[in-house]
């Protein structure tokens, strides 16, 4: 699967199938902010769902300075990769999830690897990502990519310089 990977900004056309992902194959607090609702995939956290994908539209010059991709493997919607402006020049953050069906498949080293891709035409110099010590396919994707991983107490830390090419798989 993880050969056919590809992404594609997340719009009014794919926004609907990108929902379908994360309703059927996702916990709420995994794909979004919190927010005040029902538990589970209530109407109100999905329309809050559509809402906070909506407001990255306009991408990294938009007014949240993130740009939000859906990933597509064997050319159906299986997650999303952000990557959302710092304050440091030339530095996003990024952040990614993946419905259950695509997990374990190579599908998020091939998912960063293409947004990195990304940052570089956008001009970037770095890519940043924060996670847990818990969510070792998280860390183990963005080694798998070059990044240096720092741990601070429970939290990691994450950056890849675009400078010099990420390594192949």
């Known amino acids: 699967?993880?050969?056919?990977?590809?992404?594609?900004?997340?719009?009014e056309r794919n926004l609907e199938p990108l929902l379908s992902v994360a309703a059927a194959e996702a916990e709420p607090g995994d794909v979004m902010p919190p927010v005040e609702a029902p538990a589970g995939w209530s109407h109100a956290r999905r329309e809050a769902f559509r809402e906070f994908?909506?407001?990255?539209?306009?991408?990294?010059?938009?007014?949240?300075r993130t740009q939000m991709y859906a990933i597509l493997a064997g050319g159906e919607v299986v997650g999303m990769v952000r990557m959302t402006?710092?304050?440091?020049?030339?530095?996003?953050?990024?952040?990614?999830?993946?419905?259950?069906?695509?997990?374990?498949?190579?599908?998020?080293?091939?998912?960063?690897?293409?947004?990195?891709?990304e940052a570089a035409a956008a001009?970037?110099?770095?890519?940043?990502?924060?996670t847990t010590r818990d969510n070792s396919s998280a860390i183990h994707v963005l080694e798998k990519c070059g990044a240096r991983i720092r741990s601070d107490?429970?939290?990691?830390?994450?950056?890849?310089?675009?400078?010099?090419?990420?390594?192949?798989?």
Request: one cysteine or more.
């Open 53 to 64: 994908h909506r407001a990255s539209f306009g991408g990294l010059a938009g007014p949240t």
């Open 1 to 11: 699967m993880a050969g056919t990977v590809r992404l594609e900004p997340v719009d």
């Open 85 to 117: 402006r710092r304050d440091e020049p030339g530095t996003v953050e990024t952040g990614m999830w993946l419905g259950r069906s695509a997990r374990g498949q190579g599908v998020g080293g091939a998912a960063l690897r293409e947004l990195l891709n």
């Open 123 to 130: 001009g970037m110099r770095a890519v940043v990502a924060e």
């Open 153 to 169: 107490g429970d939290e990691v830390h994450a950056e890849i310089c675009l400078d010099s090419a990420p390594p192949a798989l």
